[in-house]
């Protein structure tokens, strides 16, 4: 069981650590050049930041989820919430790895939280 929540409290971390860096980059790097260059007509001006940030809202939101059910709440509520994490994770990763053809390194970390998620449930 020990073995088990630590797993979770490590692939939480990951995802969080991912939602984070994900975050700042985005702003940086996407948003920011994007909005400032009138490259959208200005209905999507609005939406366009909510949207690209939505991901990062839900890997936070699972991090947190996972770590906090791994330390206080019972293991089958903590379960439930570990397939789902695995299941959110595993669709970031696999949207990055298609959609820039695995040429983007952002697939990896997502990747590698779902293993630990996986290894957890076996262990």
């Known amino acids: 069981m020990i073995a088990q929540n630590a797993l979770f409290v490590s692939a939480g971390a990951v995802g969080i650590a991912v939602s984070v860096i994900h975050g700042v980059l985005m702003q940086r790097l996407m948003i920011g050049p994007i909005l400032a260059g009138n490259d959208l007509p200005g209905r999507s001006r609005g939406i366009f930041p909510v949207l690209m940030h939505f991901s990062t809202a839900v890997w ?64």
Do not use: D
Not at 80 to 97: E, Q, R, S, T
């Open 60 to 123: 936070f939101l699972a991090g947190v989820a996972l770590v906090v059910a791994s330390l206080y709440l019972p293991a089958s509520t903590t379960m439930v919430i570990a397939y789902v994490a695995a299941l959110l994770y595993a669709l970031g990763a696999f949207a990055n790895f298609w959609g820039t053809r695995g040429r983007h390194f952002g697939w990896i970390p997502l990747a590698v939280s779902v293993a630990l998620i996986g290894w957890a449930l076996v262990v």
